[in-house]
C-alpha cells in the first residue's frame, strides 16, 4: 500500500471490490471495520436526517456506521468558544492550587511519562433526537499519559477537594452584569479525578490529537460525557471549594421536575456519567435479507435487545472484535423476510448489573425539562418496499 494517506472510504471500496490491502488487514484500529456483504443495499430510516452537511460539529452519519473506530476525519467536534492556536514550543500545563510541590509540564515531559491507551466513546450530552442532534458521538483510541500518579507527586494537601481542568479557549461570560473573559473549564471531585482511566491525551487513534480535538493535550475521562473532557488543557487547578463556572453550574445543568409523593422538587444537576444507551443505526439487505445494526454504550453491555412494531423483545448479536469497557458495541439483528409496509425498530440496552434502558415515559427521561443526558429508548421508523 502505498504511503499517501487514504481514507477509511476508499480502504472500504477496496475491500468490498476485493482489492484488500496489507494496510487494511493488518491495521489493528481498521480491523475493527465490519464493511459489510458486498452487493447490500442501505434502507433508509424515515426519521433520517438529510445527510450532514459540512456542519462545523463534523456529527457522525449513524446511517452509514461501518466501523468500532470512528476514524479522526470523521470523529465529530463540539467547541464553545474559539478554537486556539497552540504551538507546541511554548505550551506548558501548570499544576497548581491546594498542592505541596506544584509542576509545571512541557509537551516532551508529557511524553516520557508511562503511556496508556483507552478505547472509548465519547458522546456529548447534548445529543437528544433523530429529527433534531444525534451524531455528536464516536469511539477512538486515545493515548497519553494518567493523570492520577501525577495528582499523586504534587501533594494534594488535605483541604483539597475539587480539581479544575482549564482550556486554552476563552469566552465572555455575564452573571448579575459582571462580565468576565474566562477559559473553558469544568471540575472532577478528588476521587473522581483519581479513576486510573483518566489520561492527560495527546493522541487519538495514534496520530497527534487533532487541532479541533484539543491539540497538544485534553483530558479523558472514560465513562462521562463529552464536556468533562477538556480540550486544550492549560492549567489544572486543585481547589479548596466547588468550582461553578459556566459549564458545571449554569450550562449543561439537567432540570428534573421530581415527584416526591404529591410534591414537585426540582433537581438541578450538573452533567456527569453516562448512561446506558442503545439506538438502531442502519439497516440493510441483500435481496430479502436485512440486516439492523446499532450500538449500544455508556455502561458496560451486557446485552442488547430490539422489538419491531410493538412485537416481543428479540436478542440481538454483537459484531466481532468489539469489546473494552468504556467503547460502544455494535450489534446486529438478522431480520427475516419482513413484509412490505412501514415498520417501527426500536432497541435496549441492558448493562452487566441487569438495568435496562429506560423508555421515553419512564419518569427518569420524562421528568427532564432540558434535553441533556437523553438516554432513553429511541423508536425509528423504516419503510420497506
Ligand atoms: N476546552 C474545551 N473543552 C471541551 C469543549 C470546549 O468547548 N472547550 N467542549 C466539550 C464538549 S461539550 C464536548 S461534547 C467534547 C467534544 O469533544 P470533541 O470536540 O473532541 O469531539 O469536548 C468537551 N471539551
Ligand atoms: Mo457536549
New binding site residues.
Given amino acids: 500500500m502505498k504511503s499517501s494517506p487514504i481514507t477509511r472510504r476508499e480502504l472500504l471500496m477496496q475491500a468490498t471490490t476485493g482489492l484488500v490491502g496489507w494496510a487494511f488487514l493488518h491495521s489493528p484500529l481498521l480491523a475493527h471495520a465490519f464493511p459489510g456483504r458486498s452487493g447490500e443495499v442501505l434502507v433508509p430510516f424515515l426519521d433520517q436526517p438529510p445527510e450532514p452537511t459540512s456542519s462545523q460539529a463534523n456529527l457522525l452519519d449513524w446511517s452509514h456506521l461501518d466501523s468500532w473506530i470512528t476514524s479522526n476525519d470523521k ?7 474559539n478554537i486556539p492556536e497552540v504551538s507546541t514550543e511554548d505550551w506548558k500545563l501548570e499544576i497548581i492550587g491546594q498542592v505541596e510541590r506544584p509542576m509545571t509540564l512541557t509537551l516532551n515531559d508529557i511524553k516520557r511519562r508511562q503511556k496508556q491507551n483507552v478505547i472509548s466513546t ?5 445529543n437528544h433526537g433523530f429529527s433534531t442532534f444525534a451524531g ?1 458521538i ?1 469511539t477512538a483510541k486515545w493515548s497519553g499519559t494518567p493523570l492520577a500518579p501525577i495528582l499523586e507527586e504534587t501533594g494534594i494537601l488535605e483541604n483539597g477537594i475539587e480539581v479544575v481542568f482549564f ?3 476563552e469566552g465572555e461570560e455575564e452573571v448579575r452584569k459582571i462580565k468576565m473573559r474566562q ?2 473549564a ?1 471540575s472532577l471531585s478528588i476521587t473522581e479525578a483519581m479513576q486510573p482511566d483518566n489520561l492527560l491525551c495527546y493522541e487519538m487513534n495514534g496520530m497527534s490529537l487533532p487541532k ?3 491539540f497538544p493535550v ?1 483530558l479523558i475521562v472514560p465513562g462521562w ?9 492549560k492549567r489544572i487547578e486543585v481547589r479548596d471549594r466547588r468550582y461553578m463556572g459556566r ?1 458545571m453550574a449554569k450550562d ?1 445543568v439537567t432540570i428534573r421536575e421530581e415527584k416526591r409523593g404529591g410534591e414537585s422538587v426540582w433537581m438541578e444537576t450538573s452533567v456527569g456519567r453516562t448512561q446506558i444507551k442503545s439506538l438502531a443505526a442502519k439497516v440493510t439487505h441483500i435481496s430479502k435479507k436485512y440486516h439492523i445494526y446499532g450500538a449500544a454504550w455508556g455502561r458496560p453491555i451486557k446485552s442488547v435487545e430490539v422489538r419491531i412494531d410493538n412485537g416481543p423483545w428479540l436478542e440481538t448479536t454483537f459484531v466481532p472484535n468489539s469489546e473494552a469497557e468504556h467503547a460502544w458495541r455494535i450489534w446486529r439483528y438478522d431480520w427475516n423476510k419482513p413484509a412490505a409496509g412501514e415498520h417501527t425498530i426500536v432497541s435496549r440496552a441492558i448493562d452487566v448489573d441487569g438495568n435496562i434502558q429506560p423508555t421515553m415515559d419512564d419518569p427518569a427521561i420524562a421528568d427532564k425539562h432540558t434535553y441533556w443526558e437523553s438516554n432513553g429508548q429511541v423508536v425509528r421508523r423504516i419503510q420497506i418496499n
Avoid at 470523529?75 to 468558544?81: N, P
Avoid at 460525557?225 to 488543557?233: P, R, T
Fill in positions: 470523529f465529530f467536534r463540539v467547541s464553545h468558544y465519547l458522546e456529548c450530552s447534548g455528536a464516536g482550556g486554552s479557549d477559559n473553558f469544568r479541533d480535538n484539543g485534553r460525557y463529552g464536556i468533562a473532557n477538556v480540550k486544550w488543557l459549564f449543561y
